[in-house]
Each structure stands twice: as structure tokens, then as C-alpha cells.
């Protein structure tokens, strides 16, 4: 009886796990679209590599260009990471700005809570004022930012600002 189930039902379970590990490869970080047209075994070792997080991001770069060669990917990988690349730079030149520009925000809706002679509803008006014209995604930063850290505040905590 032994030998019987190791001949039949080994290899079905066998099967069905090397079925759910390769042929419904789910990825949890975005990966290249070049990678579809590649085998499943292409893309499965391509996972490995990329969700492994204990080795040094050094070594996962050489091991995506081994990854590549050993799949003749060479020149779709070497475009894809270079678009990678551009991107990272991108958003970091993004996010540069965009925290250049909260000083000189803060200050402004600063100047305008501080200002006694306006009422709360002249405060939100001005503060609306230059979240339209001149900086949405500062001003939607900076207000929650305020409102984190100031619940109380009367102009963040407005639904009608941003």
C-alpha cells in the first residue's frame, strides 16, 4: 500500500503545488511588461529575485542582469531599468520641489491665521484663495500636516478647504 502512494498520489500533490507556485505567479511589487511575453519559469526565478529582501540591493542588481542574460532579456531588462531610473530621478526632483515650496506656504497661511482683522470664514476664503491659484498640492500637504498635529485648528479642520 505504501508503494501505491508513492506512486499515485505523490506526484499528483506534487503536481498541484508546482502548479500553484509557477503557473499562478502573484507578484507584490509592479514588475516590467516585457516580463509577459517571457516563460514561467523566467518569471518565477524574476520573483525570486525580487521579493527576496534579505540580500543587499547590490546583489539583487547583478543578480536581475544575470536573470537577464540567462533569458536572452538583456536589452528589454537594460530599457526597463533606465526607465526605472529616469522615473526615480523624477519623483525626486518632485518631491524636492514640492518641499521647497512648503516653507514659503506655510508662511503665507501663517500670515493669514495670525491676521486678527480677518474672521474665520475671510481665513478660509484666503487660504482657498491660494490652494486654487497658487499651490493645491502644498497648501493639501501643509493642511494636513496642521490638522495632524493641531485638531483644533479651525482652517484645517474645514471640509471646504482642499
Not at 83 to 110: A, F, G, P, R, W
Not at 115 to 129: C, D, H, M, Y
Not at 147 to 159: A, C, M, T, Y
Amino acid at each position: 500500500m505504501n508503494h501505491l502512494y508513492l506512486v499515485f498520489i505523490l506526484p499528483a500533490v506534487l503536481a498541484v503545488q508546482l502548479h500553484n507556485h509557477v503557473g499562478f505567479i502573484r507578484f507584490t511589487q509592479p514588475v516590467p511588461d516585457f516580463l509577459s511575453t517571457l516563460s514561467l519559469k523566467a518569471q518565477y526565478d524574476y520573483k525570486v529575485i525580487l521579493e527576496n529582501e534579505t540580500i543587499p540591493l547590490n546583489t539583487k542588481s547583478a543578480d536581475f542582469r544575470k536573470w537577464a542574460n540567462t533569458y536572452n532579456a538583456m536589452t528589454q531588462y537594460t530599457q526597463y531599468e533606465i526607465q526605472q531610473n529616469s522615473t526615480k530621478v523624477q519623483m525626486e526632483k518632485n518631491v524636492t520641489q514640492l518641499i521647497s515650496q512648503l516653507s514659503l506656504v506655510n508662511s503665507q497661511i501663517s500670515k493669514i491665521l495670525e491676521n486678527g482683522s480677518l474672521s474665520i470664514k475671510e481665513q478660509r476664503e484666503a487660504v482657498n484663495e491660494l490652494a486654487e491659484q497658487q499651490y493645491p498640492k502644498e497648501i493639501s500637504t501643509l493642511l494636513f500636516i496642521r490638522l495632524l498635529f493641531n485638531p483644533q485648528d479651525e482652517i484645517s479642520n474645514k471640509k471646504s478647504i482642499v
